[in-house]
């Protein structure tokens, strides 16, 4: 099973809101990863967790937490977001953070609407 | 330093006809190259990987691509296009463990 799940598929929220997107792999896999994609981009990197430890924050502002609980779930919590944070977030998954060849899977993603 | 080019923004060919997406990478060592398809809508699904085995990649769904070094290419192609391949192409070279480096992706259009 290759599969990475992500709930919720869409969400709207306001910008005194706080809400939290989740991620779930059975692969085994010890490196969590989020992502955000704007519209007609590549991905951009936000954060990286291995070993249930976060190993890398690409400067990303501190209204986007990162959580890691165990080796099977990461969550993603937002607060106070602005418009501009509207966007789909993808996380994804690998075997682990120190091989070049270990391709990553990525969930469906969450469209995420800030109002 | 780590980049890919991918050479065409959109791509456009008839159901049926071959389907080429141009690549170049830069990289001061032996990279690891993906491909990776994106329909609308969807996460990223993982076509192929060049990880220094063999130089000619089978993917899934007949996609294949080939690692030039002296080129620095990694095209991908496909004998015959499906109109189910209308999609967002990402070439992605990995410089370290973690760290993809995306080109800036290909839209491919297949027209019936």
């Known amino acids: 099973d290759t599969e990475v799940t992500q709930t919720p598929k869409h969400l709207v929220m306001g910008m005194t809101n706080k809400k939290s997107l989740k991620c779930e792999q059975h692969m085994g896999h010890r490196a969590m990863y989020w992502y955000k994609q704007k519209a007609k981009k590549p991905p951009e990197l936000m954060f990286v967790?291995?070993?249930?430890?976060?190993?890398i924050n690409e400067s990303v502002p501190s209204r986007f937490s990162p959580e890691c609980p165990n080796s099977s779930l990461l969550n993603l919590h937002l607060h106070a977001l602005q418009p501009e944070d509207s966007a789909l977030y993808l996380c994804a998954s690998s075997q682990d953070d120190q091989g070049i060849y270990y391709e990553q899977y990525f969930g469906p993603g969450t469209r995420l609407t800030v109002t | 330093a780590q980049s890919v080019t991918q050479l065409d923004s959109h791509v456009s060919v008839s159901e049926g006809t071959p389907v080429l997406l141009r690549c170049n990478y830069s990289?001061?060592?032996?990279?690891?190259l993906f491909w990776y398809v994106q329909h609308p809508n969807k996460g990223l699904q993982l076509l192929l990987k060049?990880?220094?085995?063999?130089?000619l990649v089978k993917g899934i769904n007949g996609f294949e691509a080939e690692f030039k070094k002296s080129e620095t290419s990694f095209h991908l192609t496909k004998p015959s296009a499906h109109m189910s391949d209308a999609a967002e192409y990402f070439c992605?070279?990995?410089?370290?463990?973690?760290?993809?480096?995306f080109g800036s992706g290909t839209r491919l259009l297949v027209r019936p």
């Open positions: 990289s001061s060592y032996s990279p690891s």
């Open positions: 992605v070279v990995t410089p370290s463990s973690y760290k993809l480096i």
């Open positions: 967790y291995s070993y249930e430890k976060l190993s």
């Open positions: 060049y990880t220094s085995a063999a130089t």
